[in-house]
């Protein structure tokens, strides 16, 4: 056993990959005409991304920026004037969430409203901010864009930690595949609490047509429109594995009709951005989850949370101003007889401690019945997908 040098628990990465080994073997193998398929979902927050590119920014610098950079943000500077927040010469994330939950009162609460402040300027000002995310994470990690005519990401070859988790899904793939469960039967799906473009080129990267990978994810809504094409000219579309962006995408444009949403997943300069800007939810003391999108997704993601036999959460740590997703999450095992059965992998760099007992807050049947399973690698994604990837499938 290896004692988590800040944590004060015991944790083992070695148990931790036997037990994912040993039940994606029995999970795989079961009679698939008496038996549900398996469902495994993944949980990906920052870490993910990170583990795909170390330059992706966590939140903390995502978020964090001096005030010399809102110059050009007009109405967000009027916001933060009228509420007296212009003698900061630094916003960190702590100060981002408490302006963003100061905003979201001041959208949901118009009676309470400063005297200087309405739905206009307070809309502008939440377009301008999730303008200047996008221009930052643009600045420090570059989004990829799809080629225009193909509708295919960059072909640029992978690197060593990139071809380590092309390796482990891919694995995944093919014991799918073997399984008899049928040959278009996904297995594995994903929740994200990140706005990249990560899944959707770790998804082509393994998928075996030339098509484009939007033809195989189902997002929670249908667009009207993927990539300037109208979702009539596309070809028949798959949609048989979920990718649920429960925070937004750079990628999501509501139509300026009001009627439904875009996917654009193409190279697009800052002023397009700013006339246009992609729909994020922004961190908050108290995240408002109040726009069409989010109330059709989140059912979505409950019922996939449901239907899941195993969880694998990474790089997400649970925190407490996220209350809602929190909740999402405790959907796996709503009640104790739900969790019977089920198993949760966390794969996570910092302090297991406390995000062992976030995770047994949310899920109080682990604490009742030993229901979920909790299986906890200290460590990178990456490692756990190298170390794993040869191993899946192998028959003992």
């Known amino acids: 056993m290896e004692e988590h040098a800040t944590s004060g628990i015991e944790t083992s990465n070695a148990s931790t990959q036997e037990a994912f080994v040993a039940l994606m073997q029995t999970l795989l193998e079961r009679d698939p005409i008496g038996m549900p398929p398996p469902v495994v979902t993944f949980w990906c927050g920052a870490g993910f991304s990170k583990a795909w590119d170390p330059r992706a920014p966590t939140d903390g610098e995502l978020f964090s920026f001096d005030v010399e950079e809102l110059e050009a943000l007009p109405n967000l500077r009027h916001i933060l004037h009228v509420m007296g927040w212009e003698q900061y010469q630094r916003l960190d994330f702590e100060r981002f969430k408490a302006l963003s939950y100061a905003m979201d009162m001041q959208v949901r609460y118009p009676d309470i ?66 399984s008899g469960f049928g040959p278009l039967w996904p297995l594995y799906h994903f929740i994200t609490t990140n706005y990249d473009f990560t899944l959707e080129r770790l998804q082509e990267r393994i998928e075996p047509s030339g098509t484009p990978v939007f033809d195989r994810f189902y997002r929670g809504i249908t667009p009207s429109s993927i990539c300037g094409r109208s979702i009539w000219e596309q070809a028949p579309r798959r949609l048989d594995r979920n990718l649920l962006k429960i925070n937004g995408g750079f990628e999501l444009q509501s139509r300026s009709d009001g009627f439904g949403f875009d996917f654009d997943y193409r190279a697009r300069d800052e002023r397009e951005v700013r006339r246009d800007p992609p729909l994020l939810i922004l961190p908050s003391q108290v995240q408002d989850y109040g726009e069409r999108y989010f ?88 490692h756990f997908c190298a170390e794993l990837a040869p191993r899946i499938g192998q028959r003992g």
Not at 324 to 349: C, M, N, Y
């Open 113 to 178: 409203r400063n005297r200087y402040i309405d739905s206009q300027n307070l809309g502008l000002a939440i377009n301008e901010i999730r303008a200047l995310i996008w221009r930052r994470f643009h600045a420090r990690c570059d989004l990829h864009a799809i080629s225009d005519g193909s509708l295919r990401f960059d072909d640029s070859p992978p690197s060593e930690g990139q071809q380590a988790m092309l390796d482990f899904f891919s694995a995944l793939e093919r014991c799918a595949r073997r």
């Open 295 to 382: 109330q059709q997704v989140f059912p979505k993601a409950v019922r996939l949370l449901r239907e899941t036999s195993v969880l694998v959460i990474v790089g997400y740590s649970m925190p407490p101003e996220d209350a809602l997703l929190r909740f999402i999450l405790r959907q796996l095992a709503e009640s104790p007889d739900d969790a019977r059965g089920k198993h949760v992998f966390v794969v996570d760099t910092k302090n297991h401690a406390t995000i062992r007992a976030r995770l047994e807050e949310l899920l109080f049947s682990i604490g009742r019945i030993g229901w979920p399973r909790e299986h906890y690698y200290s460590g990178k994604f990456e």
